[in-house]
């Protein structure tokens, strides 16, 4: 056998080598565990974890954990630079909700990186501040 024979036939056993071990990558949605504290009532907490959100699809939170204070735990989505971009949604229950846009109403959210806005309504007096935290499950 030729050396350029050779080498064509290691060049294409390479290729094929390397297709194979390629990762596939999920078209499926991307999610993640949060729990956050809310210490003070009413107050905004604008959190600092950034989702990546890759693709022109619906944002839901399933809210596995809330403090019973008489009143809601609210959440949005915002951009990097404050603003938020999404209508409230307000939980007193552990349900799934969806987000949708500000601007139109929509529930598919663009693909940018956004991060949650909460705040927790009710007064909670009876509560320690170590307790006052939400927690769930976000698909983006």
């Known amino acids: 056998m030729g050396r350029t024979k050779l ?6 056993g ?9 990762p596939t990558i999920s078209a499926s949605a991307a999610s993640a565990a ?3 504290g809310t210490a003070s009532p ?12 890759r693709t022109n699809t619906g944002v839901t939170f ?5 403090q019973p204070c008489g009143g809601e735990m609210r959440l949005g989505l915002r951009y990097g630079n404050g603003t938020q971009f999404t ?5 007193n229950g552990l349900n799934t909700k969806s987000f ?12 940018t990186t956004f991060y949650l806005n909460g705040r927790l309504i009710g007064t909670c007096s009876a509560v ?4 006052m935290y939400f927690s769930g499950r976000i698909v983006y």
Do not use: K, R
């Open 7 to 12: 080498s064509q036939l290691i060049a294409a």
């Open 14 to 22: 390479t290729l094929a080598l390397a297709i194979a071990l390629t």
């Open 34 to 36: 949060v729990w956050q």
């Open 42 to 53: 009413s107050t905004l907490y604008q959190f600092s974890y950034a989702y990546g959100h």
């Open 62 to 66: 399933s809210m596995t954990h809330l």
């Open 87 to 91: 209508h409230s949604q307000a939980w």
């Open 100 to 111: 949708y846009m500000s601007s139109n109403g929509s529930s598919t959210i663009t693909a």
């Open 128 to 131: 320690p501040s170590s307790e």
